[in-house]
T-cell receptor
């Protein structure tokens, strides 16, 4: 069965610090997708990034960057020069393709709460 | 640009009452998912529709729960004889079944059972 582990329950940083959120996953599938979602206090899950299992290139989007390492089953997320608006709960999720229904189930980690202090 | 919408946003009910939630997906999305999220946890999958067909139900979905998606558009999730353990955030997501599939989430319905 698939599993996503986010060992960091809560992280507190001061504005402008860099912060890395860890994500480790388990799956038997060779084809899968990994995601990061942000959940601000309002509650809505906001999609940040999708990465497929075939593409191990790191990605950078503004202050956000993602490091996917298949060898260690990790998909870590770094925020550079953090801002107060980055304060939220961040979820890592794994999506597998189910052959019977075609469903790509999302299995979420338990989330990391990031607090950025001014 | 309309995203996924859910109604109501909050619901307080007494134990034993029935409640119904509605989800309107992004208009061209044919897949619709329901998740439940309890405090301090990530969302957990409940059920999934492709168009109007309910293709999968999680073991979390007891027989008190029923979901429908008539005509493959909006969906409803009904909980009968609510229990205090049903208190949670109920999230709806939708996606397009072509190419890369990303699920986009609505704001959720927060249920409190007293």
């Amino acid at each position: 069965a698939q599993k996503v582990t986010q060992a960091q329950t809560e992280i507190s940083v001061v504005e402008k610090e860099d912060v890395t959120l860890d994500c480790v996953y388990e799956t038997r599938d060779t084809t899968y997708y990994l995601f990061w979602y942000k959940q601000p206090p309002s509650g809505e899950l906001v999609f940040l990034i999708r990465r497929n299992s075939f593409d191990e290139q790191n990605e950078i989007s503004g202050r956000y960057s993602w490091n996917f390492q298949k060898s260690t089953s990790s998909f870590n997320f770094t925020i550079t020069a953090s801002q107060v608006v980055d304060s939220a709960v961040y979820f890592c999720a794994l999506s597998e393709i189910r052959g019977d229904t075609g469903r790509r189930a999302l299995t979420f980690g338990s989330g990391t709460r990031l607090q950025v202090q001014p | 640009d309309t995203g996924v919408s859910q109604n109501p946003r909050h619901k307080i009910t007494k134990r034993g009452q029935n409640v119904t939630f509605r989800c309107d997906p992004i208009s061209e999305h044919n897949r619709l998912y329901w998740y439940r999220q309890t405090l301090g946890q990530g969302p957990e999958f409940l059920t999934y529709f492709q168009n109007e067909a309910q293709l999968e139900k999680s073991r979390l979905l007891s027989d008190r729960f029923s979901a429908e998606r008539p005509k493959g558009s909006f969906s409803t999730l009904e909980i009968q004889r609510t229990e205090q353990g049903d208190s949670a955030m109920y999230l709806c997501a939708s996606s397009l079944s072509r190419g890369r599939e990303t699920q986009y989430f609505g704001p959720g319905t927060r249920l409190l059972v007293l």
